[in-house]
């Protein structure tokens, strides 16, 4: 199969844009929104996606439980957009949480053994480490770290080598499960329980293809995906009005800190909850979301959908840790606020329309590939056909607008002959 492509990937329908909208900027806690709020374009969308991901490496002690075990709001996420496409603005989200890996760096930790010397703590984990050297780092600090790679080829290529493909330890640490490791070197097993660990990468398209070949791998439904169109206009680089950015995103950071440090020092963890109507709506909305995407794509999809619904949590806990943190209402019990549970909803549903996209260009290599409704149609469609003309076939075969957008935008089997025109390939 050819290389990925942000060209293969769906374009904006009336349904859904793949970005996040002015409402949901304007209502996020405090923390988010100063940092939205001097950013615009791709670069506030870039620090949006990025900073959650971040964040969710340094809230401890603050977790749920689902589906009968205790989570944290640990998240994986994968930044994907052509060279020049906006990337670059993660580094505000690597601010972020700076001052906590400086806090970190600046704390010593005694290893049992009474003969070693005093170790660094860290937030972030250097990807381009051994298996190993992975769980030392992060039996150093608790089980807790952060992944921040901006080249993904990094990781990547880190994952090809049989001495540091911890590509198991990212499967089990998505879900909190025990990491073991046996050291032949001196004898020594290891066992770490519980380990909690953020991720964030970003990339080109060709590039997220190297690291997940296929929808098969177990890293797939792991992440979540946003991904990035190329700007046409060129951004104004000695605009002064906004100050040293680097320096605002670093204070807002210290900030953050403060959170870290409370959330750190606690004995017992503070619970997180949804309230009542909310678990109904949540279930309610993920039933008909997996009957859908399954009847559409397929039994592939299932973890994908299975992994949505943790992504939502998730999602939820960071932005109402960051909520009662503002207002001084952290409890030993955290209920979700309605405007909250709202967001993460709204982001989840941006991150399932950017994870479908990159699901269409990969899975679909031939009609063979296909479930039999996209089969059928396929062969209904006119060899040459317009946009709304595939539409109306679609509603044939019970696939919605987007659904068809998506799908014959999908080069492996359709040619794009001008706007609007396509041809088939097959």
């Known amino acids: 199969m050819d290389d990925l492509d942000l060209n293969d990937f769906d374009k904006a329908t009336p349904e859904t844009t793949g970005h996040f909208t002015n409402e949901l900027y304007d209502s996020l806690p405090g923390i988010l929104q100063d940092g939205t709020n001097v950013l ?64 970190l760096r600046e704390t010593e930790t005694i290893p049992e053994e009474s003969d070693q010397q005093p170790q660094k703590l860290l937030l972030f984990i250097p990807a381009n480490s051994s298996k190993s050297g992975v769980i030392e780092l992060l039996e150093r600090t608790k089980g807790k770290g952060l992944i921040f790679e901006t080249e993904a080829d990094t990781l990547t290529d880190i994952l090809r080598q049989d001495y540091g493909n911890f590509s198991d330890i990212l499967r089990s640490a998505y879900h909190h499960e025990t990491i073991s490791l046996y050291r032949r070197l001196n004898k020594e097993y290891v066992d770490m329980d519980k380990p909690k660990l953020s991720v964030l990468l970003s990339g080109t398209p060709k590039q997220l293809r190297k690291l997940i070949p296929t929808i098969e791998n177990g890293l797939f439904s792991r992440f979540s995906y946003f991904g990035l169109e190329s700007e046409l206009s060129f951004k104004n680089v ?12 670093y204070d807002i950071g210290d900030r953050l800190l403060e959170l870290y440090k409370y959330l750190d020092s606690l004995s017992e963890p503070l619970v997180f909850e949804l309230q009542g109507h909310q678990k109904a709506e949540f279930l309610s909305y993920f039933q008909e979301l997996k009957r859908s995407l399954i009847e559409t794509y397929g039994d592939t999809m299932a973890g994908s959908v299975n992994r949505f619904g943790m992504q939502f949590i998730r999602v939820a806990m960071i932005l109402t840790a960051l909520r009662n943190f503002e207002t001084g209402e952290f409890n030993t019990l955290n209920y979700c606020n309605d405007l909250d549970f709202g967001n993460a909803k709204q982001i989840i549903e941006v991150f399932t329309w950017h994870t479908l996209n990159i699901y269409d260009s990969m899975a679909a290599k031939s009609l063979e590939d296909l479930p039999d409704n996209k089969q059928a149609f396929y062969k209904a469609l006119s ?17 919605s607008e987007s659904t068809v957008k998506r799908f014959i935008d999908n080069r492996q089997l359709f040619e794009n002959v001008k706007h609007g025109h396509y041809r088939k390939t097959k």
Request: proline share 2%; hydrophobic share 30%.
């Open 40 to 103: 615009s374009g791709n670069d506030k969308e870039v620090f949006l996606v990025g900073s959650l991901t971040a964040l969710s490496s340094v809230l401890p002690n603050f977790q749920t439980t689902y589906d009968g075990q205790a989570v944290e709001s640990n998240l994986y996420t994968f930044l994907y957009g052509n060279y020049g496409s906006g990337k670059g603005a993660l580094r505000y989200a690597r601010n972020l949480v700076s001052p906590v890996h400086k806090y």
């Open 383 to 399: 060899f040459e056909f317009t946009t709304s003309q595939a539409v109306n076939v679609g509603e044939e075969y019970e696939l």
């Open 238 to 249: 000695f605009d002064t009005s906004k100050g040293d950015l680097n320096k605002h995103f």
